[in-house]
């Protein structure tokens, strides 16, 4: 069985720093992309940052300068750094990942259960 699995969430005053992970386990052969998303109280999942096997990293301006996106290949773990967070930063933050798993040639997408960050004023 596949899973994610996030800690790091949890209540910053703004201005602080926050380091999430998310470590994939079960029966992977490779891990693809990875990244993580959030989604607000009455808001669609918007994308946080993405970050290739090869280490190429994505952010959109909302976060760029912010925040940063790591992986270790021989955890199978991405990390999301956040710095100056600010109250609108508050969401539940969910990791991703495209795998490849043994015994299967299709690569698959799995979700983590999501993780709450809140930032107060």
């Known amino acids: 069985q596949v899973q994610l699995v996030e800690s790091g969430g949890g209540l910053v005053q703004a201005g602080g720093s926050l380091r999430l992970s998310c470590a994939a386990s079960g029966s992977i052969r490779s891990v693809n992309a990875m990244g993580w998303y959030r989604q607000a109280p009455g808001k669609q999942r918007e994308l946080v940052a993405t970050?290739?096997?090869?280490?190429?990293?994505n952010y959109p301006d909302s976060v760029k300068g912010r925040f940063t996106i790591s992986r270790d290949n021989a955890k199978n773990t991405v990390y999301l750094q956040m710095n100056s967070l600010k109250p609108d930063d508050t969401a539940v933050y969910y990791c991703n990942a495209d795998l490849f798993l043994w015994g299967r040639s299709t690569i698959y997408h799995y979700w983590g259960q999501g993780t709450q960050v809140t930032v107060s004023s």
């Open positions: 970050i290739t096997s090869g280490g190429s990293t």
